[in-house]
Antibody, heavy 119, light 107 residues
């Protein structure tokens, strides 16, 4: 059974870079029907799609975040990562990693990790 | 960008009621729409994919319909466990935008 686990600092200072990693187990990260995504949810707010990455390295970003976000993938370690540059208080959120299977959208989710932005 | 608009933002209904949530896309997305249920402190759970296909293990009281730009999620007989926030999400093309959510409360 697929498991996704987010990891990374829970506290980031304003103007610095937020970096999170999602570890994949129970399925191959190189499966050619799977896209790997990041979604966030600010406190009391709705879900915001950040971006997706394919095992080949192809990326797809939310236009509103494209200028500050970078997704990467490490197939040898079955991990994919998120970097958000120049964070502000509005980047404070629970960050989820998820798998999108072709035709199904996001079927599998990590438990989420809370990131706070504060000096 | 394809934008998703959900309505209503909140609804309150009684156990046993039939409940419908609508989602509108700013342009045609064919049938590439999913519905999720989210309870407080939990990750979203996929209920419906491809507009009307029921995810395995999801109770049959949940159903989805629509195509193009107009979609709906129906709960045929509302149960106490259905108290949650529901989100639509489009997955046409390269983007994966969510609707703003509908909070369902039990009277």
């Amino acid at each position: 059974q697929l498991q996704l686990q987010e990891s990374g600092p829970g506290l980031v200072k304003p103007s610095e870079t937020l970096s999170l990693t999602c570890s994949v187990s129970g399925a191959s990260i190189t499966n050619n029907t799977s896209y790997w995504g990041w979604i966030r949810q600010s406190p009391g707010k709705g879900l915001e799609w950040i971006g997706n990455i394919f095992y080949s390295g192809s990326t797809y970003y939310n236009p509103s975040l494209r200028s500050r976000v970078v997704l990467s993938i490490d197939t040898s370690n079955s991990q994919f990562s998120l970097r958000v540059n120049s964070v502000t208080a509005s980047d404070a959120a629970v960050y989820y990693c998820a798998r999108q299977q072709a035709g199904y959208s996001f079927r599998d989710w990590g438990q989420g990790t809370l990131v706070t932005v504060s000096s | 960008d394809i934008q998703m608009t959900q309505s209503p933002s909140t609804l309150s209904a009684s156990v046993g009621d039939r409940v419908t949530i609508t989602c509108r896309a700013s342009q045609s997305i064919s049938v590439w729409l999913a519905w999720y249920q989210q309870k407080p402190g939990k990750a979203p759970k996929l209920l419906i994919y491809k507009a009307s296909s029921l995810e395995s293990g999801v109770p049959s009281r949940f159903s989805g319909s629509g195509s193009g730009t107009e979609f709906s999620l129906t709960i045929s007989s509302l149960q106490p466990d259905d108290s949650a926030t529901y989100y639509c999400q489009q997955y046409s093309g390269d983007s994966r935008m969510f609707g703003q959510g509908t909070k369902v409360e039990i009277k």
